[in-house]
Every structure is written in structure tokens, then in C-alpha cells.
């Protein structure tokens, strides 16, 4: 290929339409919002008001966050042209590792810095156990399907198999029986001021750690991806890893890094499981949310923005099942179980359209 | 570099197949195995309390015991032939959702004994107990070599709900329950009925989870009721019912655990925690591989309730003395009461 080809069509990914507008995905989320809010309460008589609203708003967020975690992961590995299927599998072993080290170095630390900052200093630790051992994964994943150009799809099932079968067997080895009281999850940490501005503060700044995390990425990934050198890179060598190539872009490399960084990024939704949510672990408890993830993503057209909403709206299906099982025990519960899945499907097709994934995506590069 | 990895691909199996043989050798002892929900063994549940019991009779009558953990409803089947083939004697299933798997293996292995918790199979179409309750009913042979170990979780919700109704302040008691099946089915309703006894303005809210390994999900329903103004949370549905304790626990409310006395098993949740709503798993494991053991074992139905002490209210621990002497004497006389038949939970198959 020649240098000028190729550059012609870097250019033209360069301001391709697959880029997102933050402002479109925001009124696109409060005009669905609205809707389903006069849905249910045509459901359930009117009973939702504006404290419900709010409740409701809150724990979407909550609920969205692990999805939004990987959904993230999944956009910066098939941005670079690798598909990863085996982020379910990394945020179970991260759920596994962060719940152990919290339990651990607690217990280690306790007697000697006390109570409430060993709980601080453990829970962080934690987090990075959680964040290294996805990382380890994702570098499996990196190497078997970059290197070794095996099918990513084989790659990232085997990940998540052997992740079940790890997490199972420490967990009954080491994490089943009788073990000392750990310190828990994260507490909510209010952000000074903006937690006091009525409805929007309760819902957006009155959370923990992780979740703010997972904002703050949103926009860092949408900021790297579309104004950076580094995402220029990564988009071409997505779209277009020969003409990459031949401009001098080692692809290999790019590959390699977007889909280490992923890890870290699943290992944060792994971690929100038993540091943010629950102070349990137990077997599977990831419970499919990696692939819902993957689901957000491709709604979000691979976008950062688009992939969050696509994570809210899930969640918002999930909070609203309970609001309306509260509120009618008379519908079987299997109905609104349905919801999000039903919301997903109708969003899916009805709104969203056509979702196009980067051209080389899933495909390993031969040079 | 392909042809490599494959080949060492092929050697972990054929290792990992090897291991699996040799942990099968055995020397004619009575072997026994049990094939747990996918909650698995370390459920600090119902699955954790069975094996539990396998344990014990294991130990005592000197048998070979082996669990096989079910990670996906497709388990099932896959797991009770494993056992066949490594010829064990009596296999045992753990939950309702294995009832069709463990009905359709007993007919395939008649030499084999099955005992399973939680789902009522009766022995041939003609026994007199099938008559009002056809849907059990097998035709085809029936399951004369199944034994199924029931227990009236309603009578324990009842007692549960009782406590709940008397310690709330704000009169709502809610649930957060797992999948809708008739174990957890029967919790939440006599949970219900318990607490309106109670008191009768009491609110009863619940929500059905359709997972039992889900508890992020479960704290979030927790929350949702608590909003609401629950303020006694009954936990019903394994680790999903956990993170409902978990909500409880962190708005400084009350919780009730269900199973096994799970002050002991969830100590995280302790100064919420009021009492247990307890099915005394191990002991109808052990009682029934007892009979095996005496080559008495029987098939049908086996049910363990408040009148025999198979089901019933685990200790208050730390709660004992927060909880008023008038509660506990409702407690008492509604346990009378279920026991006489004087009072009913309202529970219709």
C-alpha cells in the first residue's frame, strides 16, 4: 500500500461519524427517562413521586457502574480491533482478588494503624489487587490473540472458563470457611457542596468511589479517543490496521496496550462487586454483567458516552423491576423481571439502528 | 508455534482427565455422592448444610463421600451420571430445580437410591397421596427408589414474621427473596402471615430475584423495600437474600437470615441480625442416609416441620435481650399454635 492511500484513509477515519455527541446521547437519555416515568406510574397508580424518582435515579447509577466498567474495557479493545468476550471472566477473578486482599490485609494491618485506617488503606489495596489480577488476564488474552493471532472469540471464552474454575477452587480452598469479619465496602462518599443541590446531588454525588470513577472515565476515554494522537492511532488500527501500518504505526503495540488498559478498566467493575456493592464474594457472582456490558457497548456504537447510556439504561430497567414488584406483588414477578432485557431489545432496535463495529474488528494482523 | 499450544492444550486434558480417574478408586465401601444447586458447596446455605450432613453419616458408618458442584442448570443431569458411572450407591440432589433432572436419572438408575431436598416425588401414580396432588405424579414406573426430604418453610417464615412484626417500629416487613419456587415461595408467604398476626395493620412488601448467586442485585431490592419503609429485612434466597441482610445492616436496621443460623455463617450482618428462619438440612441428610444405613430407607415423602424440629427460629445471639419478653411469648404461642394446627400460615400448593 502506499503511504499516500494510506494516509487518505487515516484522514478520513480521522473525522469519520463514528465519533459521539455527548449532548445528543444526554437528551436522547432524559426523553427515554421521562417516558418510562409515566410508564410506571400508569403501572404502578401514580405512586412514584419525586422521592421515588430520585431513589430510583440513584440506584440506576449504582447498578449501571459494573456494566459501564465493562463496556469501557470493551470499547478500548475493539477500538484497536480486538474483540474481548472475556471481560465477564475478568471481573470475576478482580471481584475474587479485591474481596480476598480487602479480608487480608485488614486482619494484617488493623492492629497496627487501627481500625478505621486499615479499612481505608485495605479497601484501596484492594482495589488494585482487583485491577492486577484482570490485567494478568487481559494479558493472556493480549498475547494468545495478538500474538498468536488465535480466534479472539475461542481466547475470550477460555478466559472466562478458567476464571470460573480459578475463583471457584480459591475461593473453597482459602475464602469459604469461617473467616474473620472484614471491613467492608467503600462508605458513601458525598462530594462537598455538589451533594447539597436538590434531586441532582442525592443521585450524582452522594455515591462511592468506584461509581464517580466510572464518570470520570466516560470522559477520559471519549477525550483520548477523539482528541488525542494515541486514539487516532487506535481508531486506524481498528478500522484500517494496514494502512496503520504502512504510516508507521507499530499495531502490535497499540493492540497490546488498549487491551492491557481494558483490563484495568474490567478489574474496576470487578472490584465494585465486593468493595462497592456487597462485602461477600461468592462463585458467579458476576452474573453475566460482562456481557451486558459488551451489549451497552455495541449500543453505544463504541463510544464512551454511548456505551454509558446504553449501561443506565440497563440499570434503569433493573431498578425499576423492583419499584414495580413493590408495587404490584399482583403481577407475576416474572414480567418485570423481563424489563430490562425488553427495554434493552426495544432500544436496540427501535432507536438506535444500525450499529456499525470498526472494520477490522475481531480480525488478528498479519503483517 | 500453533501446533504447540494445541498440544499442550491436549496434555492439560488429558492430565486433568487422569487426576479425575484416580480420585475414584474405592475398596466395596458404600459410596454416597451429592450434587449440589449451583450455589455450590460453600453456599453457607441449604447446599453447605446437606454435604454437611453427608459428612457426618459418611464419618460415622465409614462410607466414601464426594460432592460434584452444578455451575449451570445444564449441570445436572451430567453430574448424577458421573456419579452412576463411578457405581456409587446413593446419590443425593440438592434444591427444587433439580427435580426433573433427579426424576428422569432415578428412572434411568433404578439400582441407585436418590433422595432429594426441597421437591415432593411420590413412589407410583396409585399411592394414596398422589390423588389431590397429580402434578407429582410419574406414570411411567414412578420414582420407587426416590426419597424426597421436604420441609414446611412456611411454618418457620410464619415464626420469622412474628419477630419481624413485633420489632418493627414503622409496621412494613419486607422480603428479598430469590427465585419464585415453592421453598422460597413458602418463606415469603408465611413471612406475610406471620407478621400480620402480628400485628394486623402490618405491610408486607417482597420481591422475587430470579437468581440465588446475585447479591449486589439483592441489596439493591433490599434498598428499594427500605425506601418504602421496611425496616425488618427477611433474607430469603441464598446469597441473593444475603445482600438484602447487607442493606439492612447499613441503614441500621433489622434483618432475619434464612437456612441455617446465619449469625454464624454471615457474621458481617450480626448487629442486624435478628434471628434465622432455619430448615434443618443436615439433619434430614443424616437421618435418612441413617435408614440407608439400615437398609430401612423408604421411597416418598419425608417432611420435616416445627411439630418434629426439623424447621424453627435459630437463636436471637446478640438481639436476646432487645428483643421484649412479649414477643417472645407471641413466639412461643404461635409455635403452639402451628403445632396444634390451631394456627395455619395460609400456604396453598
Known amino acids: 500500500m502506499s503511504t499516500t492511500t494510506a494516509r487518505s484513509i487515516v484522514k478520513d477515519i480521522q473525522v469519520s461519524g463514528l465519533r459521539g455527541r455527548w449532548w445528543v446521547t444526554a437528551l436522547f437519555g432524559v426523553l427515554l427517562l421521562v417516558a418510562v416515568w409515566m410508564l410506571l406510574n400508569l403501572v404502578i397508580g401514580g405512586k412514584c413521586g419525586a422521592d421515588c424518582v430520585q431513589g430510583t435515579l440513584a440506584q440506576t447509577l449504582r447498578v449501571a457502574t459494573p456494566i459501564a466498567f ?8 475493539e477500538r484497536a480491533g480486538v474483540v474481548n468476550i472475556g471481560i465477564e471472566g475478568q471481573m470475576l477473578m478482580a471481584a475474587m482478588a479485591g474481596y480476598a486482599v480487602n479480608l487480608f490485609a485488614f486482619q494484617a494491618l488493623k492492629d497496627s494503624i487501627g481500625i478505621e485506617a486499615a479499612g481505608n488503606l485495605s479497601r484501596w489495596l484492594a482495589v488494585l489487587a482487583g485491577i492486577l489480577s484482570a490485567l494478568i488476564l487481559a494479558a493472556l488474552h493480549a498475547v494468545v490473540s495478538i500474538e498468536f493471532k488465535t480466534n479472539q472469540i475461542i481466547s475470550g471464552t477460555v478466559i472466562n472458563i478458567l476464571s470460573v ?70 481508531r486506524a488500527v481498528g478500522e484500517h490496521p494496514r494502512a496503520a501500518d504502512t504510516l508507521g504505526i507499530n499495531v502490535y503495540r497499540i493492540r497490546y496496550i488498549n487491551v492491557l488498559v481494558g483490563g484495568l478498566v474490567a478489574g474496576l467493575g ?35 458516552f454511548g456505551a454509558l447510556l446504553g449501561a443506565l439504561i440497563f440499570g434503569l430497567g433493573n431498578s425499576i423491576t423492583s419499584t414495580v414488584s413493590i408495587f404490584r406483588p399482583d403481577i407475576p414477578s416474572q414480567l418485570p423481571q423481563m424489563l430490562p432485557y425488553l427495554l434493552t431489545i426495544i432500544v436496540l432496535t427501535g432507536v438506535v439502528g444500525r450499529a456499525t463495529p470498526p472494520a477490522a474488528d475481531g480480525e488478528p494482523y498479519e503483517k | ?5 494445541l498440544s499442550f492444550t491436549a496434555l492439560l486434558l488429558t492430565t486433568s482427565v487422569l487426576a479425575a480417574c484416580a480420585g475414584s478408586a474405592s475398596g466395596g465401601k458404600l459410596k454416597v455422592g451429592l450434587v449440589t444447586d449451583t450455589g455450590g458447596v460453600n453456599d453457607k446455605s441449604f447446599n453447605q448444610s446437606a454435604w454437611a450432613g453427608v459428612q457426618q453419616a459418611a464419618k460415622e458408618f465409614g462410607w466414601e463421600a464426594k460432592f460434584i ?19 456409587y450407591d446413593v446419590i443425593v440432589t440438592v434444591g427444587f430445580l433439580m427435580g426433573d433432572a433427579t426424576a428422569a436419572k432415578a428412572i434411568q438408575y433404578p439400582n441407585i437410591k436418590f433422595a432429594i431436598i426441597d421437591n415432593a416425588y411420590y413412589p407410583t401414580k396409585d399411592a394414596k397421596v398422589c390423588d389431590d396432588t397429580k402434578k407429582d405424579c410419574y406414570d411411567d414406573g414412578g420414582l420407587k427408589n426416590t426419597t424426597s426430604l421436604m420441609f414446611q418453610e ?58 440465588f448467586t446475585d447479591p449486589a442485585k439483592g441489596k439493591e431490592v433490599g434498598n428499594s423495600m427500605i425506601d418504602q419503609g421496611c425496616d425488618v ?47 434443618n438440612v443436615d439433619v434430614a441428610v443424616y437421618e435418612y442416609l441413617k435408614t440407608v444405613n439400615a437398609k430401612a430407607s423408604k421411597a416418598g415423602v419425608i417432611t420435616a416441620n416445627i411439630q418434629n424440629g426439623g424447621v424453627g427460629l435459630a437463636p436471637y445471639h446478640d438481639w436476646d435481650s432487645k428483643v421484649p419478653d412479649t414477643v417472645k411469648a407471641k413466639v412461643k404461642e404461635a409455635t403452639d399454635g402451628l403445632k396444634s394446627g390451631s394456627i395455619t400460615t395460609g400456604y396453598q400448593p
Open chain 1, 270 to 304: 470487578g472490584a465494585w462487586f465486593t468493595l462497592e456493592a456487597v462485602d461477600v464474594f461468592n462463585p458467579l457472582m458476576t452474573n453475566g454483567l460482562g456481557f451486558i456490558g459488551l451489549a451497552a457497548m455495541i449500543f453505544g456504537k463504541w463510544n464512551p
Open chain 2, 154 to 211: 412456611d411454618q418457620v417464615g410464619f415464626l420469622a414474621g412474628v419477630v419481624a412484626g413485633g420489632m418493627s417500629k414503622t409496621g412494613t416487613v419486607c422480603t428479598v427473596a430469590g427465585m419464585e419456587i415453592p421453598p422460597v415461595v413458602k418463606f415469603v408467604v408465611g413471612y406475610e402471615a406471620g407478621s400480620k398476626w402480628m400485628r394486623s395493620d402490618a405491610k408486607a412488601l417482597h420481591v422475587y430475584v430470579p437468581s
Open chain 2, 1 to 5: 508455534m500453533r501446533k504447540s499450544l
Open chain 2, 69 to 87: 458442584e452444578s455451575k449451570q442448570p445444564t449441570d445436572y443431569e451430567k453430574n448424577i451420571d458421573q456419579f452412576a458411572t463411578e457405581k
Open chain 1, 70 to 77: 465493562a463496556a469501557f474495557c470493551g470499547v478500548l479493545c
Open chain 1, 165 to 234: 474454575g480459578i475463583t471457584g477452587f480459591l475461593y473453597r480452598q482459602f475464602l469459604a470457611e469461617n473467616l474473620p469479619p472484614g471491613p467492608g465496602t467503600f462508605p458513601i462518599a458525598p462530594i462537598p457542596v455538589l451533594s447539597q443541590i436538590p434531586v441532582i446531588g442525592p443521585i450524582l454525588f452522594q455515591q462511592k468511589p468506584l461509581t464517580y470513577l466510572m464518570l470520570i472515565l466516560a470522559f477520559a476515554i471519549h477525550y483520548v479517543l477523539y482528541y488525542t494522537p494515541w486514539g487516532l492511532r487506535t
Open chain 2, 233 to 279: 429485612v427477611f433474607g430469603a434466597g441464598g446469597n441473593t437474600g444475603n445482600g438484602g441482610l447487607l442493606a439492612a445492616k447499613e441503614k441500621g436496621l433489622m434483618a432475619i437470615g434464612v437456612d441455617v443460623d446465619q449469625y454464624n455463617t454471615y457474621p458481617e450482618v450480626k448487629d442486624a441480625l435478628l434471628t434465622s428462619a432455619a430448615k
